[in-house]
């Protein structure tokens, strides 16, 4: 099944597991970023690594074997669906006490990673839901217009609209006062089959709720176009792409796909500007992942800046949640940390559990050479 909608992610969180487990488990699959042959042993790595982890645990014989046959139905899963597996991510939810299991295809890679817990584990769910927008697109040409919806990956035609514009005259037929009563009857036809265009995706969007609006026509007709969009419209309308009312549907679903990677590496890129600007003025900012831990653990950072599937391990204190890299005992507490496997994931939580934006910045970036992780703080760096 295809992750499509925060219904999905609502009824995985209400589910009850009680008295047993679950385990969620979460992999990058695209294959546009690394072979085949990654993607596997990153799975393996992450199954034998939750089987470890859970030997060592002090629960109850019961519980204990419904994660590990959630464990071993994951691992089975992998080896035979990976292959053919053709979105970007997947998502496994198994309860295995209460015969429950779910896969989810998801259109983003999420950070590799396996929880066993109380319940289902969805927060990378919405992060995905969050980064992709549902756009409206609406193609026109001189007699027809179609709209459709375009979000998560997906396309669907919504509407169509067929005007009955008499085609254009060829120049010289008609001679002086004829010809340009006949030019100016066409142009009025045009202008109605605009009009009635222009307030159908008005109504469209009043209807649905669409985060963009994508136009396709030609450029002759564009400003004319625009001049007719209600400021609703306006306010939505983020751009053009190369379609029109002609163009097969995966055509256009391509435009829309680059349209939003290309917007969504410019603010990715404006962002990692911004943050290196205010690192080199010693500004609001701090790079590397030994400081980013020490302002999370203080309380002084503002939002978390890394690079997507950058991963370290580390140290946990069991008891004040502090992250470290290698101290063995918490700095606070005195207590022996915990070894975890990715500290930058920890950071993650403890980033969105304190209501912190994260933000996950595409490599290649110019954030690698700043170690791929840093915070915007709240107050300026003392030196
Ligand atoms: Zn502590």
Redesign the pocket.
């Known amino acids: 099944m295809k992750l499509s909608s925060s219904s999905q992610i609502e009824k995985l969180a209400r589910f009850k597991t009680h008295p047993y487990r679950a385990t969620s488990f979460y992999l990058n699959t695209d294959k546009s970023q690394q072979t085949l042959k990654a993607i596997n042993a990153a799975s393996k790595a992450l199954i034998n690594q939750a089987r470890q982890e859970l030997e060592g645990k002090n629960l109850s014989p019961e519980i204990k074997n419904c994660l590990q046959s959630d464990l071993e139905k994951i691992s089975d899963f992998c080896q035979k669906k990976l292959s053919p597996l053709k979105s970007p991510g997947l998502a496994i939810f198994s309860c295995s006490g209460q015969n429950y299991w779910q896969e989810l295809e998801l259109p983003h890679g999420p950070r590799n990673r396996i929880i066993m817990d109380f319940d289902f584990y969805t927060r990378p769910l919405t992060a995905i839901l969050e980064r992709f927008k549902k756009m409206c697109v609406f193609l026109i040409n001189r007699k027809e217009s179609k709209w459709y919806e375009v979000y998560l990956g997906e396309i669907k035609q919504i509407d169509s609209l067929l005007s009955d514009v008499p085609k254009q005259v060829k120049k010289g037929g008609f001679e002086g006062y004829e010809s340009k009563r006949i030019e100016r009857h066409i142009e009025a036809h045009l202008l109605e089959h605009f009009k009635k265009s222009a307030e159908k995706t008005f109504d469209i969007l009043k209807h649905n709720h669409f985060d963009w609006l994508l136009v396709g026509c030609d450029d002759v007709f564009y400003s004319q176009l625009e001049s007719l969009f209600h400021s609703y419209l306006k306010e939505r309308l983020k751009g053009r792409i190369k379609a029109r009312p002609d163009t097969p549907e995966s055509k256009i679903l391509k435009e829309c796909s680059e349209f939003e990677a290309q917007l969504k590496r410019a603010q990715e890129e404006e962002l990692v500007k911004r943050f290196i600007d205010e690192l080199e003025r010693g500004g609001r900012a701090i790079a590397g992942l030994a400081d980013t831990l020490r302002k999370l653990n203080s309380f002084e950072a503002q939002s978390l800046i890394i690079t997507h599937n950058f991963s370290h391990p580390g140290q946990v204190?069991?008891?004040?949640?502090?992250l470290y890299i290698k101290e063995e005992n918490?700095?606070?507490?005195?207590?022996k940390?915990e070894s975890a496997t990715d500290i930058v994931d920890e950071a993650v939580e403890l980033a969105l559990t304190r209501g912190l934006p994260v933000y996950q910045i595409t490599p290649p970036t110019r954030l690698k050479r700043y170690g791929n992780i840093g915070v915007f703080l709240k107050y300026k760096n003392p030196l």
Do not use: D, F
């Open positions: 204190c069991p008891k004040c949640h502090n918490c700095l606070i507490c005195q207590v940390t």
